[in-house]
């Protein structure tokens, strides 16, 4: 509808922040440089499609009217999924399970530290925080079987009303 690449991109990424007021630069994990983002949002603003607000010294904007857009698109049932986060914590976990091969000592001091970085990525995630591994003594199995908790939940769709498969929209 509104063609492929920077445009489509962060029209979608709004569709999926509800009626938050987003910056340019919180949309640069799209891959796109700050001034193009910007470019982009405001020739959406332009044509209307998009409210624009100066907030401090940036502009903001989010979806000027959301619902013929939610309705065309079916967009209520859609999981909003911030990719390139989930990609990072997958990724976080392989690195993970590879320490189960090295010594119990660096097992632990490797464990503390992908534990942080674990904890950022489920919370940008809206997934549960890694448990805690001092003083364990299988620091590493403990954030294994959270990591296979977490990759089941990456998979799971949380659908508020259940439809049968003919019904789901297509994504």
């Known amino acids: 509808m509104v063609g492929v690449g920077a445009r489509a991109d962060v029209l979608t990424t709004l569709l999926g922040r509800t009626d938050r007021w987003t910056r340019a630069?919180?949309?640069?994990?799209?891959?796109?440089s700050k001034r193009n983002v910007a470019r982009v949002l405001g020739d959406l603003a332009e044509a209307s499609l998009l409210q624009q607000r100066g907030e401090r010294n940036s502009l903001t904007f989010r979806i000027a009217n959301?619902?013929?857009?939610?309705h065309l698109l079916r967009?209520?049932?859609?999981?909003?999924?911030?990719w390139d986060?989930?990609?990072?914590?997958?990724?976080?976990?392989?690195?993970?399970?590879?320490?189960?091969?090295?010594?119990?000592a660096v097992q632990r001091v490797e464990g503390t530290k992908n534990r942080i970085a674990l904890n950022i990525l489920a919370?940008?995630?809206?997934?549960?925080?890694?448990?805690?591994?001092?003083?364990?003594e299988a620091p590493l199995d403990a954030l294994l079987r959270w990591s296979e908790a977490m990759l089941s939940n990456l998979t799971k769709v949380p659908r508020s009303d259940p439809k049968t498969p003919s019904q789901q929209p297509s994504s």
């Open 25 to 32: 630069s919180e949309l640069e994990h799209l891959g796109y």
């Open 66 to 70: 959301r619902e013929p857009w939610e």
């Open 75 to 82: 967009t209520e049932d859609l999981v909003w999924m911030r």
């Open 85 to 104: 986060r989930a990609f990072e914590l997958i990724f976080a976990l392989l690195r993970l399970e590879a320490l189960a091969a090295k010594p119990t």
């Open 123 to 136: 919370s940008s995630l809206d997934l549960p925080p890694p448990p805690e591994i001092r003083d364990r």
